[in-house]
């Protein structure tokens, strides 16, 4: 199949992508949360790489914090970030392994809305090509919540990386837009 554009309306499904691509809005507001009991702001290199990130793609960081893993700690924090006005997005790095003391999925999957599998699925996908089966162990989720985008990432530098590159700077604007277009916000589509 050719991946050409025919200019017949959305006869190819990439058309229809590149379009509500378009139509994205050009900044996404985003809060940074990271979830570490080790962090400090002077040693916080997830949260930094996000910030980099982010801001490398022309959006903008309206909000950042450091909390300790514990559920309580972490569910105030997003509660707090998804009630500014200023906040499309929050962007979470750390606690999402397997030890007792990783609860950013249990918190996230409570909160989250309509979860979007296939970021998990995809981002494990491309952790498998770089870290092979450890890949399994990262319970990285995303979803919305209450009209807004919330993505958890691993606390690794490198997995921040991965997400941010493939898959969040490419499509977060998308995503806001999707959640603004059929979010709270109005009735159109």
Do not use: Q, W
Not at 33 to 59: C, K, M, Q, W, Y
Not at 101 to 126: N, P, W
Not at 127 to 155: D, H, N, Q, W
Request: net charge negative.
């Amino acid at each position: 199949m050719s991946e050409g554009h025919s200019g017949h309306g959305h006869s190819d499904p990439s058309e229809a992508v590149r379009e509500h691509r378009e139509a994205a809005p050009e900044k996404v507001r985003v809060a940074v949360l990271t979830i570490s009991d080790t962090r400090t702001p002077e040693n916080d290199t997830g949260g930094d790489t996000i910030l980099e990130l982010v801001e490398g793609a022309g959006h903008e960081v309206v909000a950042r914090g450091i909390v300790h893993d514990e559920a309580r700690n972490i569910r105030k924090k997003l509660v707090d970030f998804f009630a500014k006005p200023d906040v499309d997005a929050v962007i979470t790095t750390g606690g999402t392994g397997i030890s007792g003391r990783d609860t950013t999925y249990e918190v996230a999957e409570r909160m989250i809305d309509k979860k979007l599998d296939g970021f998990g699925e995809i981002f494990r996908m491309l952790s498998y090509e770089e870290v092979g089966a450890a890949a399994m162990l990262s319970r990285a989720i995303a979803g919305s919540t209450g009209g807004k985008f919330l993505a958890c990432l691993p606390g690794s530098r490198n997995a921040v990386r991965l997400a941010m590159e493939k898959l969040l700077v490419p499509e977060m604007a998308h995503v806001v837009f999707e959640l603004k277009r059929h979010g709270n916000s109005g009735k159109e589509g």
